[in-house]
Antibody, heavy 116, light 112 residues
Framework: EVQLVESGGGLVQPGGSLRLSCAAS????????MSWVRQAPGKGLEWVAN????????YYVDSVKGRFTISRDNAKNSLYLQMNSLRAEDTAMYYC?????????WGQGPLVTVSS | EIVMTQTPLSLSVTPGQPASISCKSS???????????LYWYLQKPGQSPQLLFY???SRFSGVPDRLSGSGSGTDFTLKISRVEAEDVGVYYC?????????FGQGTKVEIK
């Protein structure tokens, strides 16, 4: 059974940093692109970033470029999102998803709240 | 950035009746390789989103055949032939041809 389990969410002050993790199981992690998709409270879905199977390609939505870094550790079957210089508008549920654009499986999402 | 526009934004349907959601993209989603990168996702209340269709009309595992996806170019439709209680939630279309991938605003489907 495919499972994606995120961790690392919480409350952080504006300008602060947070690192999200996503532990994958039930499939060969190193064979898949992985992505982060977020959802602000009561709002729609927004694609944030994705990373190629071997980590050689990474892409970001403009609003997080230079502040967020996506990475992966295939030996640990884990995906990460390092979030720096956080802003109030980054407040959202952050979902880890399997795939480059076809998001076939999703995690439950940690909530990230940016507030003073 | 490709803009995805869904209509209607909300739908209240009597069980057993059909429902239809439209999704229009600001640019063609047809890739030169011949595939059209349009996806449909459903977010049921209190749950993470789930994939329904990829490449317009290819049904993902476990999706009932009451649901169907169609369309081409810039105009796409999700249809439910007979709405059931389990179909309640917010439906999103998404394009995967040009970065950044973008979603429609979502269509909330409720049961009357």
């Amino acid at each position: 059974e495919v499972q994606l389990v995120e961790s690392g969410g919480g409350l952080v002050q504006p300008g602060g940093s947070l690192r999200l993790s996503c532990a994958a199981s039930g499939f060969t992690f190193s064979n898949y692109w992985m992505s982060w998709v977020r959802q602000a409270p009561g709002k729609g879905l927004e694609w944030v970033a994705n990373i190629k199977e071997d980590g050689s390609e990474k892409y970001y939505v403009d609003s997080v470029k230079g502040r967020f870094t996506i990475s992966r550790d295939n030996a640990k079957n884990s995906l990460y999102l390092q979030m720096n210089s956080l802003r109030a508008e980054d407040t959202a549920m952050y979902y880890c998803a399997r795939g480059q654009s076809m998001f076939s499986y999703w995690g439950q999402g940690p909530l990230v709240t940016v507030s003073s | 950035e490709i803009v995805m526009t869904q209509t209607p934004l909300s739908l209240s349907v009597t069980p057993g009746q059909p429902a239809s959601i439209s999704c229009k993209s600001s640019q063609s989603l047809l890739h030169s390789e011949g595939k059209t990168y349009l996806y449909w996702y459903l977010q049921k209340p209190g749950q993470s989103p789930q994939l329904l269709f990829y490449e317009v009309s290819s049904r993902f595992s476990g999706v009932p055949d009451r649901l169907s996806g169609s369309g081409s170019g810039t105009d796409f439709t999700l249809k439910i032939s007979r709405v059931e209680a389990e179909d309640v939630g917010v439906y999103y279309c998404m394009q995967g041809i040009n970065l950044p991938w973008t979603f429609g605003q979502g269509t909330k489907v409720e049961i009357k």
